[in-house]
């Protein structure tokens, strides 16, 4: 049997053992009748699983580079909450990132910090926490 990469390790990724007597080795694997539906629903699970617990605002914003982008960007922040961050001077995403970054990317601490400082609700500040945090991982 195979052993799993030690490369891969922190990320999703399910390591998928054939016993070794059918000698599929790395070469061979397409031959297993198994593989479409293992990949099916690997890849079924996956975007599912990303698609009922994210909005379509926070995956585009996880997904690529910040930029530019206004703090409406964020997911979480509306109009009304963009406009009281860019009263206090939080006017882009990256300033609201440095925000977070100050806090050490505490999401406890910067969710308060978001609540005060333009009278977000829990879960519009956790979202946006949330939001940093992943970009934080897939960027940093």
Not at 10 to 16: A, I
Not at 45 to 57: C, D, E, G
Not at 92 to 109: H, S
């Amino acid at each position: 049997m195979a052993s799993q990469s030690k490369s891969l390790s922190g990320h999703k990724v399910q390591f998928v053992p054939f016993p070794s007597s059918l000698a599929y080795k790395h070469k061979f694997i397409y031959r297993s009748p198994e593989l479409p539906n293992i990949l099916s629903l690997r890849c079924f699970l996956s975007v599912s699983s990303r698609m009922s617990t994210t909005s379509q605002k926070h995956r585009d914003f996880v997904g690529e580079p910040m930029g530019d982008k206004e703090v409406t960007a964020l997911s979480g922040i509306g109009e009304i909450l963009g406009k009281k961050l860019e009263q206090q001077g939080f006017d882009k995403a990256y300033v609201v990132l440095g925000q977070f970054l100050l806090l050490k990317k505490d999401t406890e601490m910067f969710t308060d910090w978001l609540k005060d400082a333009s009278g977000a609700n829990s879960r519009q500040a956790g979202t946006c926490a949330q939001c940093l945090k992943e970009w934080c991982d897939a960027f940093l």
